[in-house]
């Protein structure tokens, strides 16, 4: 069965970290490209990262550039991102995503299979 499984969310005081990552069981992730998205109440999903297949592309959101770093491990079939100095501002549900054409884009049309979610909380 094909599976792709968010965990990491939680809790967390502004400054502290978390580390999301998504794991692909009956597929490969080694031929994809992964997107990070959010989405916060009452604001519009947004592309937070991307990371090609081979991690030559990495691109961020301006807001989370310097604080947050995608990576991954096609041998582990998991992809990772770390969320370091966060902010209230932060908090939404995050998820991940993958598509197959190449390309490190930021907006959600283009990838196909989706994580199912994993909420952030950043609160004092």
């Known amino acids: 069965q094909l599976q792709f499984v968010e965990s990491g969310g939680g809790l967390v005081q502004p400054g502290g970290s978390l580390r999301l990552s998504c794991a692909a069981s009956?597929?490969?992730?080694?031929?994809?490209?992964i997107g990070w998205f959010r989405q916060a109440p009452g604001k519009d999903r947004e592309g937070i990262s991307c990371?090609?297949?081979?991690?030559?592309?990495?691109k961020y959101l301006d807001s989370v550039k310097g604080r947050f770093t995608t990576s991954r491990d096609n041998a582990k079939n998991t992809v990772y991102l770390q969320m370091n100095r966060l902010k209230p501002e932060d908090t939404a549900v995050y998820y991940c995503?993958?598509?197959?054409?190449?390309?490190?884009?930021?907006?959600?049309?283009?990838?196909?299979?989706w994580g199912q979610g994993t909420q952030v909380t950043v609160s004092s």
């Open positions: 995503a993958t598509r197959r054409d190449g390309f490190c884009s930021e907006y959600a049309p283009g990838y196909s299979t």
């Open positions: 009956g597929f490969t992730l080694d031929d994809s490209t």
């Open positions: 990371i090609t297949s081979r991690g030559g592309v990495i």
